[in-house]
Every structure is written in C-alpha cells, then in structure tokens.
C-alpha cells in the first residue's frame, strides 16, 4: 500500500531524547492496523538547538553553588529556557526562532521525499511549545515570509495541511502581547474539497496539566480555526491528577485512541 499521508511529530518543552516520537508511532502504528502503511512518519527534534547552552548555563550556575531542589530547578531551565528563547528577533536570521523553524524545515522535507516528492495531505502533531513553534510556522508560510526559503513547494508552504494536533498547548502564554489575537487560516484554502470536509484542528488537555490549554475562545480567529477542544484524562495513578500529567499524553489511549481514528479518515 504506497503512503498516501504524511504524518510530522514536534515535541515540547524540556529534555527530549532523539527517538522522543517512537512511543507514540508505535501506539498509533498499532492502532492503525492495515492502514498504518498508508502513512508516513516524521519526527521534528529541535531540542539540541538550546540543550547545549541550557547545560552550560547549569553547570556554570551550579558548580560552585549549594542549589536545592535540583530537579526542579533543571525541568524549569530546560522547559521555561526553551519557551523563552524561542522568539523572533527582527534583522537577525540566525536567531533560535530561525534556528527551530530550520529543523522543521528540514522534516517536511524529509516526510515529502518518503511520499514520492508529491504534495500529499499532511497532519502535524505537536505538543507543548511544538503547537507554538507550528503555529508561528504555519502563520508565516501562509503570510509569504520568507518564501525563497521555506515555501519552494506546496509541501513546505504547509498548503496541503489537513490536520493540525495540539496537545498539553501553551499558545495563550504567548499571545498576551497581541491585540487582537490572530491566528493560522485553518483549513487551508488550498485543500481540495474533499479533504476540507475531512480537515480538523483537535486541541487535547488534561485539567490537571497547568500548561495545557483549551484555544477555542481565545479570539474569534481561534474560534474560526479550531475545530474542538477535547478535555481528556492523561497519566497513571501518580500523574493523571497532577500537573506532571502535562508529559503523559504521548502514549495515553485517552489521546492516541481518537489521533488514530482521525488519522484513519484520511486512508
């Protein structure tokens, strides 16, 4: 069975390891059944683009210094260092906002080449500060930014998007700034029509997980763009009523069950 979808994975926050997507292509592999062999799969690892100075900061910081709460004090260096580097800075192509956006750059490449080259229906999966860094993405595909680099083909131009999957999403943490609170044109007005009728944005939280956020009633774009909040339960029974839920979605039934179904639709 030739793949037909294209299925981009995009982590979050904090440590995350080279194989970081295994888990949950595994899971919805399985889930699949027959038609996992329609799909393809790519992962976007953009963690070591800050890992490297986030571990200097700390062995810099904590050599010398008597730091309690250890572990702590590293989840939110490597959590809150990623969400606070990655911003755009105007005039400056090399900053960690361009740096990020290369790295899924370079998966969608990839993920096209393993279709044939064509511009197949794709669905991105993201979680955390993967929604942010996808939504900015797709944003600035749609606004013709940087087009040179990034938009040689309809594939990169993200124009054949036909599922955008947010989990544990932090995007109203980063939209304080903006009024009126824009967002991504979803469904694009690229998709055929067939696949606009099939086309979602599933926005999944847990309510224990504090940095997870439903993004419906954000503004009126939101509302327009996203097709249904889901609250779901994540996590066992020392995570499922805690904010440690927030890293407990990626192989939870609660949430690969309905991913795959969607996925299903389109194979």
């Known amino acids: 069975m030739a793949p037909e979808l294209g299925v981009l994975i995009v982590h979050g926050m904090g440590t995350q390891t080279?194989?970081?997507?295994?888990?949950?292509?595994?899971?919805?592999?399985?889930?699949?059944?027959?038609?996992?062999?329609?799909?393809?799969?790519?992962?976007?690892?953009?963690?070591?683009?800050?890992?490297?100075?986030?571990?200097?900061?700390?062995?810099?910081?904590?050599?010398?210094?008597?730091?309690?709460?250890?572990?702590?004090?590293?989840?939110?260096?490597?959590?809150?260092?990623?969400?606070?580097?990655?911003?755009?800075?105007?005039?400056?192509?090399?900053?960690?906002?361009?740096?990020?956006?290369?790295?899924?750059?370079?998966?969608?490449?990839?993920?096209?080449?393993?279709?044939?080259?064509?511009?197949?229906?794709?669905?991105?999966?993201?979680?955390?500060?993967?929604?942010?860094?996808?939504?900015?993405?797709?944003?600035?595909?749609?606004q013709g930014i940087d087009a040179a680099k990034y938009g040689q083909t309809a594939f990169e131009r993200m124009e054949s998007l036909a599922g955008f999957i947010t989990f544990g999403s932090n995007i109203p943490l980063f939209v304080l700034a903006y009024d009126p609170v824009e967002c991504i044109t979803f469904p694009p007005v690229t998709l055929t029509d067939d696949l606009k009728a099939k086309a979602k944005w599933l926005n999944f939280y847990d309510s224990d997980d504090i940095l997870g956020w439903p993004l419906k009633e954000l503004s009126p774009a939101f509302t327009a763009a996203v097709t249904e909040d889901k609250e779901i339960n994540v996590g066992g029974i020392l995570t499922s009523w805690n904010p440690l839920s927030h890293s407990e979605y990626w192989t939870d039934g609660n949430f690969t069950g309905p991913v795959a179904e969607f996925i299903g639709g389109f194979i």
């Open 18 to 142: 080279e194989n970081f997507a295994k888990g949950i292509i595994d899971d919805l592999m399985d889930k699949l059944g027959d038609k996992a062999g329609s799909v393809c799969w790519e992962s976007v690892w953009w963690a070591p683009v800050l890992s490297g100075r986030e571990d200097e900061v700390w062995n810099s910081l904590s050599a010398d210094c008597d730091l309690d709460w250890v572990r702590l004090r590293k989840f939110f260096l490597n959590a809150f260092g990623d969400a606070s580097a990655y911003r755009y800075i105007p005039d400056e192509p090399g900053c960690i906002y361009y740096q990020i956006h290369d790295k899924v750059h370079e998966g969608l490449k990839a993920l096209r080449g393993q279709l044939g080259g064509d511009d197949k229906p794709m669905i991105v999966i993201a979680h955390s500060l993967g929604s942010v860094i996808m939504s900015n993405y797709i944003w600035d595909r749609q």
